[in-house]
């Protein structure tokens, strides 16, 4: 018996109106590159409130899956330890939800696998040796460096195997909380590493901390000087 006629057609123009704009779109979802929104005074003077930070998928998933490693340096979106209780919230841009969830935060890598973190006077060693930071420790030896509180000395951690420490790059006191309160990130837990910055286009030279140890220090930033050019690539400090 032969075949009707033309049922092929229908399923191939099914495919091509639906099914292929719908796995492309798919495809770039869950493995091309997402833009995450920098909220907080946490990376001063890297990253500042508001930016716009691309973070391509693939890299994370391949990561994830045990096809290559984070960088000292680079600049990841993650989610913090399920354990880390007091990182869980349930506000999204000023709404509450009826439920608790756990934030994607922006912080840099500080510590590899296996390497043994301390911080001491406000410095970052890592096994037992300073961490080149210059452009970090200029900004806050000019401004506020916290040299004295709990998290300005902590004791020694062994990031384990398959975990990274993570570290805001503002060391003003309780300017960033991080892998020195809840501990190495898993890498199942890290969305990617932010590779640019795209928004926004200009913004002034200069932004002074507030310096006060208050909440919400991102609103209280002093923002001076003539506007330059922004986008940019994130490499390590």
């Keep these: 018996m032969t075949p009707p006629q033309g049922r092929p057609g229908r399923w191939r123009t099914l495919w091509q ?50 096809l290559g490693t984070y960088a000292r ?10 354990s880390a209780a007091a990182e869980w919230t349930r506000e999204y841009r000023g709404v ?3 439920w608790a969830y756990r934030p994607y ?23 037992g040796q300073p961490l080149p930071e210059p452009r970090t420790q200029a900004y806050w030896d000019a401004s506020c460096h916290d040299t004295a509180s709990p ?3 902590t004791p020694a951690v062994t990031v384990p195997a398959g975990a990274y420490f993570v570290m805001g ?12 309160v809840f501990g190495p990130v898993d890498t199942a837990d890290i969305a990617g590493r932010a590779v640019a910055s795209v ?12 310096c006060d140890g208050q909440a919400h220090p991102e609103r209280r930033v002093q923002l001076s000087g003539p506007a330059h050019w922004n986008p940019r690539l994130l490499p390590g400090d």
């Design 17 to 66: 109106e639906w099914g292929s704009p719908v796995l492309v779109a798919l495809l770039v979802t869950q493995f091309g590159a997402t833009a995450v929104r920098v909220d907080g005074a946490s990376m001063l003077p890297g990253l500042r409130h508001g930016e716009q930070l691309v973070v391509p998928k693939v890299e994370g998933w391949a990561h994830r899956a045990g």
């Design 73 to 82: 340096g680079d600049v990841v979106v993650f989610k913090p330890p399920r």
């Design 96 to 98: 509450t939800l009826p």
């Design 105 to 127: 935060l922006v912080k840099r890598v500080v510590g590899l696998p296996g390497d043994r973190i301390q911080v001491r006077g406000g410095t970052v060693l890592v096994n």
């Design 151 to 153: 998290l300005a000395n």
């Design 169 to 180: 790059d503002n060391r003003s006191e309780g300017g960033s909380l991080d892998s020195r």
């Design 199 to 210: 928004w926004p286009l200009t913004v002034p030279e200069h932004a002074q901390p507030p």
